[in-house]
């Protein structure tokens, strides 16, 4: 996701959805089974079949659903939770206390919520609910619903949920909704009740106070009752395109539109963990195919933004194409880009975006939101807990893929997230990144540390391991760990196989502290024939030393000081080291680095120039001292 708006780091932030295809899923791989990963490793698994029928007039829908829920852990479950994500948009709602009550609210929510009317809230009622063919007790409170089962659930056995309910879509404050800023009529996201997951950890029933989501994977089959004036797009593909038409059919091929005022919209979606639509009666319908056959659609309106639809999509072929390469091969045969919700929000197979601002800021929440396809949509890390795996990635993934695709080959093309990070950490605010997304204690360290830190952590550990060993680990990743919940702990075991580096210290340091880098050139001596420079460890966070030497004469000398913590030597990067030197322990506060050449023909010494370490404070990093460095 991505917040629409400007942190003073000069970060646009922001968020996209998910649309629909015209074909059945191909080369989609399964669910791995247990033990591919490692052993004991288990996760649930859910299939929805979903009947609704929606009044537009009163902005109101009634729904029929059938859950088969499979029990793949250990344990009996004697309790099941659901979520109501609509009962936020109601006064005095948890979402409604925390807007009003944290000290920097989020600009679109404030006190909206306060101030609805009752046809303007939203709301799940759930009329019937059986287990089994039973009906069953529950219990609401807030967003959440808590059904005791007088039978629990054994492992390995799958059981049965009917569920009847109504809802109302409240207007449009966050995500959700009616009516968005720019006109578009429904912007269908947490919009039905959904199985809470179950793992290792337990049941992760988080009230919904406006932050991150988590899910069961399964499968989606959707059905939409609604007038045929509008046109849908959201996740899954498309069963019924000739009685929808639409742009869902080549043009020139024959639809057969129903009779009466109702389309029914058929949609499958396979191995997702949500489902998320939206529609609008005036909304525009692109498809473009790449060449390995991924259809990505385009649903918009016909209003001062619709030429910068059309201009997009071209940089959006070439996102997936550059994402496809680098961080594994999308498995879905089709991706939606929406206009709707209210500023950018990832779903899987779509996203929601609004676009009345600059064509280069539709470009880049374009391509943020559809990378979260990969760090959530495939990689589907529980956001709540740890958001910088979700949002922090998709930020660096992004900073790479604009590079790429504005051809500017920067040094650090993640240097706006070092910045605001850096600016933050040298502030009183900081928290850890083990922090809960609903508990930091402002939405500006929210922001900055889940995105522009997440960011950082990876860019960072390619200096650690080196880039080689970066990228193998970066698609060991997605090959492990794709429609799964990988954890903390998970990516960094991958990350240690493709680099042959111990990284506890890196991630308790960097994730699990607000301890920052801060090296220095403390001095710089003769000594004989040779030159010893004094390091100094200023900050708390240890880390490995890039050191380049350059000569009088133009020579450059690359030293590399491992960190002694490390168990080993990073791979070579872009540039070879001409020296590795003995390694350093992190509980010493200085280090004698001695550089084969004579003091006089040295012209400068440089921590880390690349950029890729997260020092606080960069301008005692070179020698000789500098009084301003932009670099």
């Not at 979402?95 to 404030?110: A, N």
């Not at 922090?392 to 500017?408: E, N, R, V």
């Not at 193998?472 to 240690?496: A, N």
Request: net charge negative.
């Amino acid at each position: 996701m991505i917040m629409l708006k400007f942190f003073s780091t000069g970060i646009l932030v922001l968020t996209l959805l998910t649309t629909i295809a015209q074909r059945p899923p191909v080369n989609l791989p399964t669910q791995e089974q247990p033990g591919l990963v490692y052993q004991g490793y288990w996760q649930q698994r859910i299939q929805y079949q979903m009947d609704i029928t929606m009044d537009d007039k009163n902005h109101q829908f009634t729904g029929k659903q059938r859950i088969r829920y499979t029990n793949n852990s250990p344990d009996r479950l004697d309790i099941v939770f659901f979520h109501l994500y609509y009962n936020a948009f109601q006064p005095n709602s948890m979402m409604d206390i925390r807007s009003r009550t944290i000290s920097d609210p989020d600009g679109r929510v404030t006190d909206r919520i306060f101030h609805l009317n009752s046809n303007e809230i939203g709301y799940h009622k759930i009329n019937s609910l059986s287990y089994e063919g039973n009906p069953v007790d529950f219990k609401i409170e807030g967003t959440i619903m808590e059904v005791p089962l007088p039978v629990g659930i054994e492992p390995n056995t799958t059981v049965e949920f009917e569920m009847e309910f109504e809802s109302q879509i409240p207007v449009q404050i966050r995500r959700t909704g009616r009516f968005n800023q720019e006109g578009v009529d429904y912007s269908m996201t947490q919009w039905y009740p959904k199985m809470a997951e179950y793992d290792k950890e337990g049941w992760h029933a988080n009230p919904y106070v406006g932050r991150e989501f988590h899910g069961v994977w399964g499968d989606f089959d959707v059905t939409i009752h609604m007038n045929k004036k509008y046109v849908i797009g959201g996740t899954g593909v498309l069963q019924n395109p000739e009685s929808i038409g639409h742009g869902y059919l080549p043009e020139g091929n024959k639809v057969k539109l129903p009779e009466g005022e109702m389309l029914h919209w058929h949609f499958k979606a396979e191995n997702v963990h949500d489902f998320a639509w939206a529609a609008d009666p005036d909304f525009l319908h692109d498809v473009v195919r790449m060449e390995n056959g991924t259809r990505i659609h385009f649903f918009y309106q016909p209003d001062t933004s619709a030429q910068n639809w059309k201009d997009l999509q071209p940089y959006a072929v070439k996102s997936f194409e550059y994402v496809n390469k680098h961080f594994g091969v999308y498995p879905y045969p089709q991706y939606s880009i929406i206009q709707g919700g209210d500023g950018g929000m990832e779903y899987p197979m779509c996203t929601l975006i609004t676009s009345h601002g600059s064509f280069g800021g539709l470009v880049s929440v374009t391509v943020h939101e559809s990378i979260h396809s990969w760090f959530q949509g495939m990689l589907a890390t529980n956001e709540s807990k740890y958001p910088w795996m979700d949002e922090g990635f998709t930020t660096y993934a992004q900073s790479m893929t604009l590079d790429h695709l504005y051809d500017k080959n920067a040094v650090n093309p993640v240097a706006n997230s070092y910045m605001g990070y850096a600016m933050l950490a040298r502030s009183k605010d900081q928290e850890p990144l083990t922090t809960h997304a609903d508990h930091y204690k402002k939405n500006r360290t929210y922001g900055i540390s889940v995105y522009s830190k997440g960011a950082v952590f990876l860019h960072q550990l390619s200096y650690i391991v080196g880039q080689e060993a970066f990228q193998k680990g970066m698609l060991d990743y997605y090959k492990t760990w794709r429609f799964k919940h990988p954890t903390p702990d998970d990516f960094k075991r991958v990350m240690e196989r493709a680099s042959g580096l111990e990284l506890d210290w890196y991630m308790e340091q960097f994730i699990g502290t607000i301890n920052a880098v801060d090296y220095a050139i403390g001095s710089v001596e003769k000594q004989g024939k040779e030159t010893k420079v004094v390091l100094e460890k200023k900050g708390d966070m240890p880390m490995p030393l890039d050191i380049k030497v350059t000569l009088t004469d133009g020579t450059i000398e690359w030293h590399y000081i491992p960190l002694r913590i490390m168990r080993g030597e990073k791979g070579p990067d872009p540039e070879s080291f001409d020296v590795v030197h003995k390694d350093w322990g992190w509980a010493y506060p200085s280090y004698e680095l001695i550089v084969g050449t004579p003091m006089n023909k040295i012209k400068k010494i440089e921590i880390d120039p690349s950029r890729r370490m997260a020092d606080i404070y960069p301008l005692n990093n070179v020698y000789p001292k500098q009084e301003n460095n932009n670099n």
